[in-house]
């Protein structure tokens, strides 16, 4: 039941323990052999964006989640270079024949930060916390959770659905049990989520974790959210200098699981990459993410450890089907042809990147071998454009800045690229520069304000709903894709095909329909991340889901 069907290539076992160099760092009363590794110091590690706060559940991207995961603690968790799952918050776990009913083993004598009492009733107490939510709240990016479960307990977004979610109940301190109202091929991969960690019940109110404001197009968060996150993870909360741009953590000495080595962790907000790679060079910082695919070789010849994940993702453009020209099918296919993707992986991809021709990497059950394909022909892509009356096509391209994600190290380049495509075959783009946590995802996913848009997605674990069904599961601002029924009646029968047969088959056909019938994106890239330390960092583990937990780090 716990078993991943993500390929043995994924596994990173041989990352595991990174070599050692000899370099000096500051040492406490904790020293000691930890594996030949020295203890206490600081860990320094270059943030590419700011995090929009630290309160899980309001979450989905990347920056927002690397504090987080040290600080919070889910049910389940993957192993560590894998996306395999193991037990976490819950020892064990199982389900009744329905998928429906799933009874959680907790860990006993966890404590939260603030000092309380991890048990059944603060995981059920999250669960309730999640579902009610309403207002401000439920509408302020709680992408994860929408994906999950579907709905809340009341609906105000008509984007909103049926719930999946029906009830938690805490049989006693150590036993949870979750109801839901229907299978989905989500579980139990998804209790792994970052965003469905289990924050203390206690903080959760003394802070008025559900009082969100929406200003305009942004959102105002609680004081959990900005200033006191409690959870049980191995760092604990101590600081965000939004000033200095540095968001600091301390060992929790306390933890159920491998306790920190290090005594503080340090993500310093470096938005800028040349300036991210010459911190490193320095040695102000111990870790970046994301290095620019020509730096790669270089660092790795100057004696940095260079280290690899597996491309478990995907980088899309997104068409926003507002648009009246874009609720063409021949105007979506033609933006396809138009796009030499083949190019782009040469020149500005890292070294393994492939050409997508799916919304999921191939080894995720539901991938098809024989979906229609989108090889590179401007001729076609006129014809298209004449045959649809959109020769003179006007587009505005929204895209990020301040921002390296691991499907898009440098979206400014990219978009550059993409669009020289386009006017290439004759469509004028407007290109629209947003900041990552400043505005993009609003201006794409809540209030569709693009033509065009790239993002992307590093799958969290492994099944086709995590990616097809992520992206066009339901109706959303972003694609501007609610009439698209058939498409979103697809994705749910296949995501609720218990039988594997069953449920390979009907993913295989969904991806055959995406690119043919449906075509709401275009399928770019799927990238392989690295993520980069000093010499003297050891005990990072690369993950394929970009998961790195830094308890395991040591730095001298």
């Given amino acids: 039941m716990q078993a991943s069907r993500l390929k043995a290539a994924v ?54 989640f690397r504090p987080i995961r040290q600080m919070y603690d889910t049910l389940v968790q993957n192993k560590p270079g894998t996306a395999d799952l193991q037990g976490a918050l819950a020892e064990s776990w199982e389900h009744d024949a329905d998928g429906k009913v799933w009874t959680f083993h907790l860990r006993k004598g966890v404590k939260f930060h603030d000092g309380t009492d991890f048990n059944a009733a603060a995981v059920c107490f999250n669960f309730d916390r ?81 009082t969100v404001k929406q200003n305009g197009d942004s959102f105002e968060y609680s004081a959990f959210a900005n200033e006191h996150p409690v959870g049980t993870g191995p760092f604990k909360f101590a600081g965000w200098d939004k000033a200095k741009g540095e968001i600091t953590l301390e060992r929790n000495p306390d933890y159920w699981g491998e306790k920190a080595k290090v005594d503080k962790l340090v993500i310093k907000i470096i938005k800028d990459e040349n300036t991210r790679k010459q911190e490193l060079r320095a040695g102000t910082v111990q870790g970046i993410d994301f290095p620019a695919p020509a730096d790669r070789k270089a660092l790795s010849g100057e004696g940095f450890q260079v280290l690899d994940r597996p491309a478990f993702n995907i980088l899309y453009l997104g068409f926003n089907q507002k648009n009246p020209k874009l609720k063409d099918l021949r105007v979506r296919q033609a933006i396809a042809y138009a796009l030499n993707r083949q190019q782009l992986v040469q020149t500005k991809g890292p070294g393994g990147t492939k050409v997508a021709d799916e919304f999921m990497p191939d080894t995720v059950l539901g991938y098809a071998q024989d979906v229609q394909k989108y090889e590179y022909n401007p001729e076609k892509a006129k014809q298209l ?5 959109a020769e003179n096509l006007t587009l505005n391209f929204y895209y990020p800045t301040d921002v390296s994600r691991p499907y898009m190290p440098n979206p400014q380049e990219i978009f550059t690229v993409l669009a020289n495509d386009l006017q290439a075959v004759g469509i004028k783009v407007n290109g629209v520069a947003r900041p990552w946590n400043g505005g993009y995802k609003d201006d794409v996913q809540q209030f569709g304000k693009h033509d065009l848009h790239l993002l992307g997605w590093t799958g969290d674990y492994n099944d086709p709903g995590n990616f097809v069904g992520t992206f066009f599961g339901r109706a959303k601002v972003e694609f501007g894709d609610q009439a698209m029924t058939d498409m979103f009646a697809a994705i749910t029968k296949a995501d609720g095909t218990v039988d594997e047969a069953g449920k390979k088959a009907a993913w295989e056909q969904v991806n055959r329909d995406i690119a043919s019938k449906w075509l709401p994106a275009v399928p770019v890239w799927h990238a392989p991340p690295a993520i980069v330390v000093t010499k003297d960092v050891k005990g990072l583990i690369a993950s394929p889901l970009t998961d790195e937990r830094f308890n395991t780090v040591s730095v001298g």
């Fill in 11 to 64: 596994a990173l076992a041989a990352a595991a323990a990174l070599a050692v160099g000899a370099s000096g760092c500051a040492k406490s009363e904790r020293d000691g052999d930890s594996g030949g590794a020295k203890t206490g110091g600081t860990f320094v590690f270059a943030g590419a964006g700011d995090p929009k706060n630290f309160d899980p559940i309001f979450n989905d991207d990347g920056e927002s």
């Fill in 385 to 389: 454009l004449k045959e649809a009356g």
């Fill in 130 to 210: 999640w579902y009610n939510m309403k207002g401000a709240a439920a509408q302020s990016q709680m992408l994860y959770y929408m994906d999950v479960f579907g709905g809340f307990a009341k609906n105000e977004s008509a984007d909103a659905g049926k719930p999946v979610y029906n009830k938690c109940e805490a049989k006693d301190d150590a036993t949870a049990v979750v109801t839901m109202n229907q299978y989905k091929g989500a579980f139990p991969g998804a209790f792994a989520l970052t965003a469905l960690s289990i924050a203390s019940p206690e903080a959760l109110k003394k802070y008025d974790a559900d």
